[in-house]
């Protein structure tokens, strides 16, 4: 009889987490990711409006100032967000882990300093730490890659937060409603989300799911498709359609709107047809940490 | 380029004009409540907009709202938006959208189109000089804000 070894686990530390959150929220507020870097480049490349083609040069040396002077790209250091990946076969105390991320974020907000933008939401008091009730956001993921654990902080800036829309829509209203709402989403955020931005559409699911989704959407790297082929389909034709709107960078007129509409998906309710936009400002900020047992990787 | 009177398919690019109508005049506004309430004109009384079309994109609106009593009893037409792009303005669609208003006029029969312009703004006085239109011997008192409420105030005294 043979008998099978367990396979090897990989196990975090919590000290490693906590240290891992406190330097990605530094490094997400001062070095945007290289696919925004190239995003910026496309759109400055085919931007015919003069002025709009000035203000994406003022963007783009923003963010070589923000590197070269180790500053931050923008004053709003946002509301922390941290999506968590565990692949199989890891260990990890989930308590320890999510206290280990506010710590974390404490600590980056004090120790840098960092201004913090977090406050109670009634009383309006600022603990001055970038936390607060259910804050960090930490959304957890059980993923199949073996011995893998990914920290992905997003610090997630209000102007393009408050560009936030949601309708439950019903079926009869059908897919025309669902473009119609973007584009109408599009045009109301207008300037106000800092454009050229990522604009993320949840289509299906529930409510709180829906509006979850966008947010996905709205923070996944340039360049990637959402994995359902319709979801994919609508993406093309929403992205044409909101560049084709003229709102240009930070509303002034121009070609360049949103660098993509990225669309992700869920299955729905047979009466249901929600569809949800989060929109990302132009500093679409993101690091991550990727723990492996061979150790920890620092990227976007 | 041909001006034509809007459709619902105008919605989004009539919201964007605007949307840059709102962002010159420094007003923080809900253009596509605007354009909703501009297409959803009914009657005699409209409102109508009349766009001026560039591909799928519009250069220019005219807004209209019909009034009555004109000069014996007839119907008028307003201008009360006479709109051009900032990147399309002096090639002629300002022009063409008043031409269009007039032939608008003509056909659905209002006996004349009028327009309040601001006596600081020079830009729609030149335009009308040029085009031979002298201004009408008319003043314009505008009731709004707190001048409005007084007046309303007393009228419920």
């Known amino acids: 009889m043979t008998v099978l070894a367990p396979p090897a686990t990989l196990r975090v530390d919590p000290d490693a987490i906590e240290e891992a959150a406190k330097l990605l929220y530094i490094r997400a507020l001062k070095v945007l990711p290289d696919d925004i870097k190239a995003g910026f480049a496309r759109l400055d490349a085919t931007e015919s409006d003069a002025t709009a ?32 990946r565990v692949g199989r076969h890891v ?83 059908g897919l025309a409603a669902v473009k119609r709402f973007v584009v109408d989403a599009a045009i109301r955020a207008g300037g106000k989300v800092c454009p050229p931005t990522i604009l993320g559409v949840g289509v299906g699911g529930t409510s709180d799911l829906c509006m979850h989704l966008a947010k996905v959407a709205a923070t996944r790297p340039l360049g990637s498709r959402c994995e359902d082929a319709e979801g994919a389909q609508l993406e093309a034709e929403l992205s044409e359609a909101v560049n084709s709107l003229g709102i240009g960078p930070q509303g002034l007129g121009g070609d360049s709107t949103a660098f993509a509409v990225h669309v992700e998906v869920a299955a729905t309710h047979i009466t249901m047809n929600p569809v949800a936009v989060n929109v990302q400002c132009h500093s679409a900020r993101r690091a991550s940490a990727t723990f492996t047992p061979e150790g920890v990787r620092i990227g976007f | 380029m041909t001006p034509r009177r809007a ?58 709202v019909g009034h009555f009593p004109a000069r014996g009893f007839t119907w008028g037409l307003t201008l009360t938006d006479l709109f ?56 314009v008192y505008r009731l709004e804000g707190a001048l409005l409420d007084r007046l309303a105030t007393e009228a419920a005294a």
């Open chain 2, 7 to 64: 459709t619902a398919e105008d919605r989004h690019a009539l919201a964007m004009l605007l949307a840059e109508l709102a962002r010159e005049h420094g007003q923080d506004s809900d253009p596509l409540a605007a354009a909703d309430t501009l297409l959803a004109g009914k009657g005699k009384a409209g409102p109508v907009v009349l766009v001026a079309p560039e591909g799928a994109a519009l250069l220019g609106f005219a807004a209209l």
């Open chain 2, 84 to 139: 051009v792009s900032a990147s399309h303005r002096s090639k002629g669609v300002g022009r063409a959208l008043l031409r269009a208003a007039c032939a608008f006029a003509r056909e659905e029969g209002y006996t004349r189109v009028e327009n309040a312009v601001r006596e600081d703004e020079p830009l729609p006085r030149h335009f009308y000089a040029a085009l031979g239109i002298a201004p009408a011997p008319r003043h």
């Open chain 1, 53 to 84: 083609k000035s203000i994406l040069a003022t963007m783009i040396e923003n963010i070589g100032v923000a590197e070269r002077t180790d500053n931050l790209l923008c004053q709003d250091t946002g509301i922390p967000i941290f999506n968590v």
């Open chain 1, 91 to 173: 260990e990890v105390d989930g308590w320890a882990l999510k206290q280990a991320i506010r710590r974390g974020t404490a600590r980056a907000t004090r120790e840098h300093p960092l201004r913090s933008s977090v406050v109670h939401p009634i009383t309006r008091v600022n603990e001055h730490t970038s936390c607060g009730l259910h804050v960090p956001v930490i959304n957890i993921d059980f993923v199949e890659e073996e011995r893998v654990l990914a920290l992905e902080m997003i610090p997630k800036g209000s102007g393009s937060e408050n560009g936030s829309f949601l309708q439950m829509l019903i079926p009869a209203d």
